[in-house]
């Protein structure tokens, strides 16, 4: 059974690095074609794919979130982290780690994702 757990950053403030890990269990992050997704919900608003890495270490980015996202992996922890850069409070939102057997690319939806974290909140305030 493979399990995600997210980090716990908590408060940010305005113009700092936000960073995320994911630590995964019951497998190999290089292992079963896996890509491993970061996907965030802001306040009253949908889920947003931010970037993925591979079990290969190729990575994937939203071009929204491109120019300030930097996903990376640890495979001696068998980790996967989210660097954001220069937040700002519009980046208040429930950040969640998600598995995927199989890519499919930039989805919203719930049901697209095989594994989930329970999701870490994440508030950018001074």
């Known amino acids: 059974q493979v399990q995600l757990q997210e980090s716990t950053p908590g408060l940010v403030k305005p113009s700092q690095t936000l960073s995320l890990t994911c630590t995964v269990s019951g497998d190999s992050i290089t292992g079963s074609y896996y890509y491993w997704n970061w996907i965030r919900q802001p306040p009253g608003k949908g889920l947003e794919w931010m970037g993925a890495i591979s079990y290969s270490g190729s990575l994937y980015y939203s071009p929204s979130f491109k120019s300030r996202t930097s996903v990376s992996r640890d495979t001696a922890k068998n980790q996967f982290t989210l660097q954001l850069n220069s937040v700002t409070p519009d980046d208040t939102a429930l950040y969640y780690c998600?598995?995927?057997?199989?890519?499919?690319?930039?989805?919203?939806?719930?049901?697209?994702?095989?594994?989930w974290g329970q999701g870490t909140q994440v508030t950018v305030s001074s």
């Open positions: 998600a598995g995927q057997r199989r890519f499919r690319m930039g989805k919203t939806r719930p049901q697209d994702y095989d594994y």
